[in-house]
T-cell receptor, first 115, second 110 residues
């Protein structure tokens, strides 16, 4: 049982390059999330999805785009990377059926450096 | 809106010491409360949860009680180990989006 899998684990980009981070979950969860984690800032929500084909903005969406074409996958795109996007990115998913009782399941993160 | 306030770290303890990490919250309705743990180089994982007032969540020797009257969910452990060194996050359940505290780093020395 893989849970939430993020690829790649590490990436170094030059300013202006683009990339896509992939998140896959095998728990049939409806809700999926992308967070970034920076020292002293805790977790900040970038975008989220409440079901296949839906996406919504979180707290810090600028510079990122997302897609949820299949229920099990949630993609995070950086069209033109900037040094301010150097961070650790976490994907998470949760089961909608428990409402506010549902815990999140996290991947192990993607460590992105933009030079 | 909903919010979670955790004590700032790092919290530094010797092995076998008693641990308390404070968490207070502001919320509408009756959300579940969670503690997550993040070990170095890993994602967050659920440590324990409580779904209603006076519930006690427990796991791996950690406990926390949902106190509605004081809007608190403090994390405790009677005797910490070096392997408990990690970052601990308190969180409120949300209908779509949970609310996380900023995390408290725990360092346990042998």
């Amino acid at each position: 049982n893989a849970g939430v899998t993020q690829t790649p684990k590490f990436r170094v980009l030059k300013t202006g390059q683009s990339m896509t981070l992939l998140c896959a979950q095998d728990m049939n969860h409806e809700y999926m999330y992308w967070y970034r984690q920076d020292p002293g800032m805790g977790l900040r929500l970038i975008h989220y999805s409440v079901g296949e084909g839906t996406t919504a903005k979180g707290e810090v969406p600028d510079g990122y785009n997302v897609s949820r074409l299949k229920k099990q996958n949630f993609l995070l795109g950086l069209e033109s990377a900037a040094p301010s996007q150097t961070s650790v990115y976490f994907c998470a998913s949760s089961y909608s059926g428990q409402g506010r009782n549902s815990p999140l399941h996290f991947g192990n993160g993607t460590r992105l450096t933009v030079t | 809106g909903d919010s979670v306030t955790q004590m700032e770290g790092p919290v530094t303890l010797s092995e076998e010491a008693f641990l308390t990490i404070n968490c207070t919250y502001t919320a509408t309705g009756y959300p579940s409360l969670f503690w997550y743990v993040q070990y170095p180089g890993e994602g967050l994982q659920l440590l324990l949860k409580a779904t209603k007032a006076d519930d006690k969540g427990s796991n791996k020797g950690f406990e926390a009680t949902y106190r509605k009257e004081t809007t608190s969910f403090h994390l405790e452990k009677g005797s910490v180990q070096v392997s408990d060194s990690a970052v601990y996050f308190c969180a409120l359940g949300g209908s779509y989006i949970p609310t996380f505290g900023r995390g408290t780093s725990l360092i346990v020395h042998p």
